[in-house]
Structures are given as C-alpha cells and as structure tokens.
C-alpha cells in the first residue's frame, strides 16, 4: 500500500495536524516536494505533497491564495503542508478558507518537524510499498512456477485470476478458450475472440488493453517468442493492474510461453512420428504403423478413421503455410477440446494430410469451416475420405485426391468422397477437355441437322435412350421405326462408326450428355 496523507499524519514523530480536507486523507502520495514558487503548478506532476513556508506568498489574500489553491487543486497536487512557526505563527485564514472551499487537504507542519523529515517518510514508505509489490511478486513467480510445473497451464491461470482478484484466461494458436477461471469467465474469455485475433496478426510480444465498460478491464498478453503467435492471455481486472499483479501477469506470460514453446518441440517430434505413421500406413504396413505409433494416438489406428487433404485455394500455393498452419491449428483445438487423437502431418510443402476419427470433432469442425465455401472465397482446398482403416489407408489416400480434383473442378472448397459415390458421373465430366471431346465427336451430326436434312441428334439421343428398341423410340420421336432405322444408318455413315459397339453407345451417350451444343 502507497503513503497516503493519513499515514503521514498517523507518523509520530511528524506531528502533522489536519487542519481541512479531512476526507480526502486516503489519497496516495507520489512524492513529497518543497517549492516557495507563487505557481509551482509547471513543476508538478500529480500526486505530491507539496510543502511551503509561503515566503514568497501572499499567504493573507483571499483572492490569491483562491487562484493559488485552484492551480493546485487543478494540477493533481493531493495536500499542501504548511510549516506554522517560520514566516507566519499559524496558517493563515486567506489560505485555510480557499483550501476548505475546495475540500483541499491543509497539514500544519509545526516547526520542529523539518520538512526533510517529511520527504524522508514518504521516501522510505514508498521504497517499502515497492519493496512489498516485488515480494509478492516474487511469491506469486514462485507459486506459478510450481503450478505450471506440477499441474500445468490452466492452473497457471487459476493461480493468476487470485493473485490479480479478477480473472483470467488462455487462447491456443487459433484463438480458442482452454483454460479460464474462475468458470465463469470463459464466457466472457469467448466474447473477446475478434480481439485475441487482431492480436494474434501482430508479432509477439504484444499486448492490449480492452474492455466492456470502467469496471472491467482486460489486458490481452500474446504468447510466443517468434513472430508467429502461439497463443495469448487474457487478464481481467476492475482496476489497471499493480505492481505485484504486473509482476505475476508477466511470470504467467514467460511461463506459458516456456509451455507453448516446449508443447512445440514435442509437437515438431510428434509430426516426424505422425508422417513415418503415415507412410507406413499408404506404404500397405498398418501393423508396423500401429506399433510406431504406440499409445500416442490412443486408439486411432483401431477404429474407423477418416483421411483430409487440404491444399491451398487458387494459383497461390507457394505462398499458403499461414493457411495450412491456420487450419492445423484450428483442427487440433477441436481435438483438445473433444479430447480425441487426431494425426496432422505436412506431406509436401502446400499439403496437409489428417487422419481422424470418423464421426469425431475434427471431422465435423472441418465441414463447419469449408463444408458451403466456395473455392473463391476460401484460403484452402479439402477433400476427405470415406470412413476406413489402416488396410485401406492408400485407398483413403486416393478417394481424398479424388475429392480434391472434384472440388476445384466444381469450384468448391470442400468434397467428401461419399458425394462422388452417391451422385452422378456427369458432374465429373464437366471440364472444358470433357466437352471438346464431346463436340468434336457430335460435330458432324449438328452439321448435317443445321443443313435441314434431317434430325439426327435429337434421334440419336432418342434411340440411346430406349436402349436401341425401334418401336419405343420412334414412338417417341412421332416418326416410323423404318425412318428411324434410315437415320441411325446415317448416323454410322456420318461418323464412321459402328452402334452395335456397345463402348461406341458408351461414349455417344456421354457425349450427348456433356457437349456444349446439347440442351
């Protein structure tokens, strides 16, 4: 606790007397400060004790020594000590009335009691409330130390929000609450999300101070010590923070920095293990995989999974690692969360592979955050698996390359396999090589219709589309099956094919479903 105008008057030997301001005698004192200037006020700061023995003041004008206190009064000066006995034998009346009219704290210093004396107090209390705040502040490293040591970060930030009479609360990389406390504050701790992200595209340290209203005020701290932000923390008080809680705040800081930085190098270990899994799995070796892996994906391996592929959108693939890690990050919180394993490995430079529990929170964060994109307006391409298992792995593989192809082709942002299973061909076939085909294979037919001769597309598709019965499809076209016989003799003349090849069926089929002059 600072000095404060009552505990210099509570000091014994300074014999102070209180002679008005008599409620504002809680008020802290910065310094204590001798001036015999008529207006000291460009010298001050706020917060002294301003001492005087009104030598060069006009101590017995009620109109200056009004104008002398206002100036003090408006300068943040919190008391004014008086010595009695020098220059006048008590204060007099001029600047005891103008300091009650402003409420003014007026302390008579008797004679005796130096004025050194006093700066000497308020020094030595200073140096003592200094001397507390870091030993507290040392108390609360220490505490927090052994928190982190023993229990990990949340209780880092539990022994925080104590130590600061608030609370507190700690975001992953992708901006996430994992820890808050006391409980209620993680939904206050949510509610600061688009600040942490502004935060988070700045390079650490950073900090900022936000808030709701005057009671609550909440400093955001970023963790990390590249530029890249591995998380923040957020502390919340009803007041700016002092010295012994910005000493536990910055404690808290370096120790969940140490822990994200440490979390890091396991996790860098972690990803070498998860693509020599991985590669044992696509390799066809899932019983090598499975004892590599050990117990650190739990029971991954041995229940159905599901495998994601995600690369970047468009044309700027060399430059995508902020969306990639983006997305790995925002995928692994949503295991932590969920507390399930999840393996995320980069399998080239501009492709993230994760394999995931079917049906688990990763699979379905991933569809929250891609499923309605479109690949123009999303920073990455994804394509997932049918649910399988380590035998199948490679086959996982390709279904996800499969999706991915699809999904730029279609312009979306993410394809599951099982949409490719469960629709048509066609929309597969809907690319510009697919129709050139197409109409270079029709050609001849539009032609020839274009010239009023006949109607053999229309014709054509008719009789495909009856499986090749005349009656059904000339009925059909309102012609007589031997018009429609004479047109398909036509048909093989024009493009010198046969239409008792079943593949020449095949592809005129598919050729009347894509090509560009077809209705």
Do not use: N
Request: hydrophobic share 45%; charged share 25%; aromatic share 6%.
């Amino acid at each position: 606790m600072p000095p404060t105008l009552a505990s210099l008057v509570q000091h014994s030997a300074l014999k102070l007397t209180v002679r008005s301001g008599e409620d504002r005698l809680e008020t802290p004192v910065r310094w204590a400060h001798v001036s015999e200037l008529a207006d000291p006020v460009p010298y001050m700061e706020g917060g002294e004790l301003l001492l005087v023995t009104a030598m060069t003041l006009d101590a017995e004008d009620p109109e200056a020594m009004r104008r002398y206190v206002r100036r003090l009064v408006g300068a943040g000066v919190v008391g004014l000590g008086f010595a009695v006995g020098v220059y006048y034998e008590d204060i007099p009346d001029a600047l005891l009335d103008a300091a009650k009219e402003e409420g003014f704290p007026l302390l008579a210093v008797p004679r005796r009691t130096p004025f050194l004396a006093i700066s000497k107090a308020v020094s030595a209390a200073i140096a003592a409330d200094q001397y507390r705040a870091v030993t507290a502040g040392f108390e609360a490293q220490r505490e927090l130390t052994r928190a982190a040591l023993a229990e990990g970060p949340a209780a880092v930030v539990a022994r925080l929000a104590a130590h600061v009479d608030g609370w507190a609360a700690l975001y992953d990389a992708s901006g996430s609450v994992v820890a808050a406390s006391p409980e209620w504050a993680a939904r206050r701790a949510a509610r600061l999300t688009g600040d942490v992200e502004r935060l988070r595209e700045r390079a650490a340290p950073a900090s900022a101070v936000v808030g709701d209203t005057d009671d609550d005020r909440v400093e955001l701290q970023s963790l990390g010590s590249g530029r890249r932000v591995r998380g923040a923390l957020a502390v919340g008080t009803g007041a700016p923070l002092g010295t012994a809680s910005r000493y536990a705040v910055h404690s808290a800081v370096a120790l969940l920095t140490l822990s994200t930085e440490r979390s890091r190098a396991f996790q860098e270990a972690e990803q070498r293990l998860g693509a020599a899994v991985l590669r044992m799995l696509l390799s066809g070796q899932p019983d090598h995989a499975r004892a590599v892996a050990g117990d650190l994906y739990g029971g991954l391996l041995d229940a159905p999974f599901r495998l994601l592929i995600a690369e970047p959108a468009g044309e700027q693939a060399t430059g995508a690692e902020q969306p990639l890690q983006a997305f790995a990050d925002m995928l692994e919180s949503a295991a932590a969360r969920a507390a399930e394993p999840v393996l995320a490995v980069p399998d080239t430079e501009d492709r993230l592979v994760v394999l995931a529990a079917d049906g688990g929170a990763v699979a379905a964060a991933c569809t929250a955050a891609y499923g309605e994109q479109e690949a123009d307006d999303a920073a990455l391409v994804v394509g997932l698996s049918a649910p399988t298992g380590p035998i199948a792995a490679a086959g996982a593989y390709k279904q996800c390359e499969q999706a991915l192809s699809v999904a730029r082709r279609r312009g979306r942002a993410f394809v599951e396999h099982e949409e490719l299973a469960a629709g048509s061909i066609l929309p597969l076939l809907a690319d510009d090589a697919v129709r050139a085909f197409a109409d270079g294979m029709l050609r001849a037919l539009y032609e020839h219709d274009a010239t009023g001769r006949g109607d053999l597309v229309a014709s054509l598709r008719a009789w495909l589309s009856r499986h090749g019965q005349w009656d059904a499809a000339a009925a059909d076209l309102g012609v007589h099956r031997h018009t429609l016989r004479y047109r398909m003799r036509r048909v093989e003349e024009i493009l010198g094919r046969s239409l008792d090849d079943p593949d020449v069926r095949m592809e005129l089929w598919l050729a009347l479903k894509t090509s560009a002059g077809s209705v």
